[in-house]
């Protein structure tokens, strides 16, 4: 074997041995080590099997071998950030809805401020004060005739 083929072969394995722990450890989630494990593997049969990409080349049209690699490279590479844009916008709108969500229990768990008067003019507490469980009046009532501050 050529150097060349070893050195690539064994930085395939060793990449998707590391990659392989990552996902053990749980440092790495099963979706994102897919990625990985493919580059590792083409890595690695690309350096088993260099001629490979010269009759894939060939095949394809392209007279400059190394070039396809390149453009399958950059075409790869464009596709992993879509789908981690997509990834990205899914978990950001579902951040949104549990926060919309976590707004409305908040607001449902917790009593209501003390209103600064009760139409009924008793005080908070006291039997006839307002308990319909609306929200808080944010300015007091008009005054009623005959009523002078």
Same mark, same amino acid.
């Given at each position: 074997?050529?150097?060349?083929?070893?050195?690539?072969?064994?930085?395939?394995? $060793?990449?998707?041995?590391?990659?392989?722990?990552?996902?053990? *450890? =749980?440092?790495?989630?099963?979706?994102? &080590?897919?990625?990985?494990?493919?580059? &590792? &593997?083409?890595?690695?049969?690309?350096?088993?099997?260099? /001629?490979?990409?010269?009759?894939?080349?060939?095949?394809? $049209?392209?007279?400059?071998?190394?070039?396809?690699?390149?453009? #399958?490279?950059?075409?790869?590479? #464009?596709?992993?950030?879509?789908?981690? =844009? #997509?990834?990205?916008? /899914?978990?950001? *709108?579902?951040?949104?809805?549990? &926060?919309?969500? #976590?707004?409305?229990?908040?607001?449902?768990?917790?009593?209501?401020?003390?209103?600064?008067?009760?139409?009924?003019?008793?005080?908070?507490?006291?039997?006839?004060?307002?308990?319909?469980?609306?929200?808080?009046?944010?300015?007091?009532?008009?005054?009623?005739?005959? =009523?002078?501050?």
């Amino acid at each position: 074997m050529i150097t060349y083929q070893i050195t690539s072969m064994a930085i395939g394995v $060793g990449l998707a041995a590391i990659i392989l722990f990552l996902v053990r *450890r =749980d440092h790495l989630h099963g979706p994102y &080590a897919i990625w990985w494990i493919g580059a &590792a &593997a083409t890595v690695a049969l690309l350096g088993l099997f260099p /001629r490979l990409f010269d009759v894939l080349a060939s095949k394809m $049209g392209v007279s400059y071998p190394p070039i396809l690699a390149i453009v #399958l490279g950059f075409s790869l590479l #464009l596709l992993k950030m879509l789908t981690m =844009d #997509l990834d990205r916008s /899914r978990q950001e *709108r579902l951040i949104r809805r549990l &926060a919309q969500r #976590l707004a409305m229990l908040e607001a449902r768990q917790n009593p209501p401020s003390p209103q600064l008067h009760s139409p009924s003019g008793a005080e908070e507490g006291e039997p006839g004060g307002d308990t319909t469980g609306r929200e808080p009046m944010t300015t007091p009532p008009p005054p009623q005739r005959g =009523d002078r501050e």
